[in-house]
């Protein structure tokens, strides 16, 4: 088997994506797009939604930025919190 055609490759990988694009282009943040749907593909978990920046946006990418950053970063808090907890209760028993 191929380890990169293994859903289960990434499987204990967690991740997020914030892509910076210009929605004058066909292809606004495809990149971003391509990168979270392979990450999913090979069984990596999403820690939060994918953030889209504008670059042609009024504030250009600043305030998609900042409203993603903060799901990101409670996200993350989350996530290490319920790890803590698990690896608490494996060391009880």
């Known amino acids: 088997s191929q380890p990169f055609h293994d859903r289960r490759y990434l499987k204990l990988m967690r991740y997020s994506v914030f892509g910076l694009g210009n929605s004058t282009f066909e292809?606004?943040?495809h990149a971003a797009r391509c990168l979270d749907k392979r990450l999913l593909e090979l069984g990596?978990?999403?820690?939060?939604?994918?953030?889209e920046g504008d670059y042609e946006a009024k504030d250009r990418y600043r305030g998609t930025f900042k409203t993603?950053?903060?799901s990101f970063w409670r996200s993350l808090q989350q996530h290490q919190q319920v790890q803590?907890?698990?690896r608490a209760k494996a060391a009880t028993g």
């Open 68 to 70: 993603w950053s903060k």
């Open 27 to 29: 292809l606004f943040n």
């Open 44 to 51: 990596a978990k999403r820690l939060s939604p994918i953030g």
């Open 84 to 86: 803590a907890a698990l």
